[in-house]
Structure formats: structure tokens, C-alpha cells
């Protein structure tokens, strides 16, 4: 079973349907880590796509916001006013969706999916130490998460914690990781509709478990186009603008 793993869509629907295109035929089952939505200006399309896929989907924290299912007191007045936005704009049916998402970690086709940390689904996973509690109590090998919009990962092998480069260079579309029956793995396929790891491409990862590989993946997309519908919908400046940096 081939999994595409998506997160941090962030209702960007170029980016999304990009990354569709591409990875067409190379998958069977679709997961999301959520962030379906908030900062992009597609959240109706997106959510629609996601349900119409029949991605197995856990809920991230925009989806929360969003449903008004956590306060958005910790959230920047950015990110605020886009929720805020966002909600405005779903149907009824897209929220009731969005607010019935379970919530990490959750097993499914053979992996475990997180949107932040393994213990917090709002905490963030950039460094080794903030790795090592879900690489030691995931109940799977593999355990995806997002929520960093960082493409990237950590392998653990007692007494051992890698950091994983797992990033396609500028000009190539992936690069593959070779999963070793001894290690334990805690991937992050990159975020789809916001990137801030410095490459503006929208990322994701096909996961292929019964021959041990995974495969990260960069798509370029129409930014432009995002760019103009994000203004059009008067979203904050600074949102359109950290599109075409990947930051
Ligand atoms: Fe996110």
C-alpha cells in the first residue's frame, strides 16, 4: 500500500492540485495531518477535495481555531484574522466537517499520524529533544507528523538520534529514504500550502512500507495566482508575501 502523506494545506489549492498531478498514480491511499485550513484563500475547494478524496485526516490547529474548538489568544494577529476570515467563508457543512476531526495520535494503514508532537498536539517538533518522546512511544515504526511546515525527519536507534536531511535539492523533485527494519522514524513530508523551510515548493511524502522507502517530494506551483486570490480576499500582507520565500 502506497500512502501520500499531506499536511499543512492551509487551504492553498494550487498548491494542493499540483501536488495531485504529480504524484498521480503513485499512491493508494491518501492521509492528511491536518492544518486542512487557515492563511490560504481556498478553504471551502480545499476541505471539499480532502472530503472527496477520502483522506484519512486528523485535525491540526487551524482546523481547531477555526471550529472554535481552542481559543485563538496564542495565535499572532495574522494568523488570528485569517481564522477569523476562514470561518466566514465555510459552509456549514466544511465546518461541521473540519470540527469532527479526530485528533493525533492515530493509527492508521500502518503508521501513526500526529499534527504536532506525539504527547501535544499543538507543540511543535523541530529539535532532537522535542523528537525523542514520540520516536520512543509511538506504537509504530513510522510515525508522520507536521505542524512545522519543515521537511525533514529524526530515525532513532538506541542509543543513537539522527537527524534525517530529507529534502530534494532545488532542482530535483525528491530524494528517497531507505527505512532500516532497526530504526525508528518520525517524518515530517512538509507542509502542501505554506512552506517555511526556504523552499517556496509545496511538499509531501509517498510512503511505500512493504518496500521500505519514502520518498519527499517538492512541487512548484502557480504562487502568482494564490498571491492574487489572497489580496483579492484582503488576507494580512505578510501571508502573501512569505508564499514566495518558503518562510
Ligand atoms: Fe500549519
Same mark, same amino acid.
Given at each position: 500500500?502506497?500512502?501520500?502523506?499531506?499536511?499543512?494545506?492551509?487551504?492553498?489549492?494550487?498548491?494542493?492540485?499540483?501536488?495531485?498531478?504529480?504524484?498521480?498514480?503513485?499512491?493508494?491511499?491518501?492521509?492528511? $495531518? @491536518?492544518?486542512?485550513? +487557515?492563511?490560504?484563500?481556498? /478553504?471551502? *475547494?480545499?476541505?471539499?477535495?480532502?472530503?472527496?478524496? !477520502? %483522506?484519512?485526516?486528523?485535525?491540526?490547529?487551524?482546523?481547531?481555531?477555526?471550529?472554535?474548538?481552542?481559543?485563538?489568544?496564542?495565535?499572532?494577529?495574522?494568523?488570528?484574522?485569517?481564522?477569523?476570515?476562514?470561518?466566514?467563508?465555510?459552509?456549514?457543512?466544511? $465546518? @461541521?466537517?473540519?470540527? +469532527?476531526?479526530?485528533?493525533? /495520535?492515530? *493509527?492508521?494503514?500502518?503508521?501513526?499520524?500526529?499534527? !504536532? %508532537?506525539?504527547?501535544?498536539?499543538?507543540?511543535?517538533?523541530?529539535?532532537?529533544?522535542?523528537?525523542?518522546?514520540?520516536?520512543?512511544?509511538?506504537?509504530?515504526?513510522?510515525?508522520?507528523?507536521?505542524?512545522?511546515?519543515h521537511q525533514?525527519?529524526?530515525?532513532?536507534?538506541?542509543?543513537?538520534?539522527?537527524?534525517?536531511?530529507?529534502h530534494?535539492?532545488t532542482?530535483?523533485?525528491?530524494?528517497?529514504?531507505?527505512?532500516?527494519?532497526?530504526?525508528?522514524?518520525?517524518?515530517?513530508?512538509?507542509?502542501?500550502?505554506?512552506p517555511r523551510d526556504t523552499d517556496p515548493r509545496?511538499?509531501?511524502?509517498?510512503?511505500?512500507?512493504?518496500?521500505?522507502?519514502?520518498?519527499?517530494?517538492?512541487?512548484?506551483?502557480?504562487?502568482?495566482?494564490?498571491?492574487?486570490?489572497?489580496?483579492?480576499?484582503?488576507?494580512?500582507?505578510?501571508?502573501?508575501?512569505?508564499?514566495?520565500v518558503g518562510r
Open positions: 500500500m502506497r500512502l501520500l502523506v499531506l499536511t499543512d494545506i492551509h487551504a492553498n489549492l494550487s498548491a494542493l492540485e499540483a501536488s495531485l498531478t504529480a504524484a498521480e498514480g503513485s499512491w493508494q491511499r491518501l492521509i492528511c $495531518l @491536518g492544518d486542512v485550513v +487557515g492563511y490560504g484563500p481556498d /478553504p471551502n *475547494e480545499v476541505t471539499s477535495r480532502i472530503r472527496e478524496l !477520502g %483522506a484519512v485526516t486528523i485535525r491540526g490547529n487551524h482546523d481547531k481555531a477555526v471550529a472554535e474548538l481552542m481559543p485563538t489568544d496564542d495565535f499572532n494577529p495574522v494568523a488570528k484574522a485569517a481564522v477569523n476570515w476562514t470561518r466566514s467563508q465555510l459552509s456549514n457543512e466544511n $465546518l @461541521g466537517w473540519l470540527a +469532527g476531526l479526530p485528533q493525533g /495520535p492515530l *493509527e492508521a494503514e500502518g503508521v501513526v499520524l500526529v499534527h !504536532g %508532537a506525539f504527547q501535544d498536539e499543538d507543540e511543535y517538533v523541530f529539535t532532537p529533544s522535542q523528537a525523542l518522546e514520540g520516536l520512543l512511544d509511538s506504537t509504530s515504526q513510522v510515525t508522520f507528523f507536521g505542524h512545522t511546515h525533514g525527519g529524526f530515525s532513532y536507534q538506541d542509543p543513537e538520534l539522527e537527524v534525517l536531511s530529507l530534494p535539492r532542482n530535483e523533485s525528491r530524494c528517497a529514504l531507505r527505512l532500516e527494519d532497526s530504526k525508528r522514524y518520525l517524518l515530517n513530508p512538509g507542509s502542501i500550502g505554506q509545496a511538499g509531501f511524502a509517498i510512503a511505500d512500507l512493504e518496500n521500505h522507502t519514502v520518498e519527499f517530494w517538492r512541487v512548484p506551483y502557480d504562487i502568482a495566482g494564490v498571491q492574487k486570490r489572497m489580496r483579492d480576499a484582503k488576507l494580512p500582507e505578510p501571508l502573501v508575501l512569505r508564499l514566495q
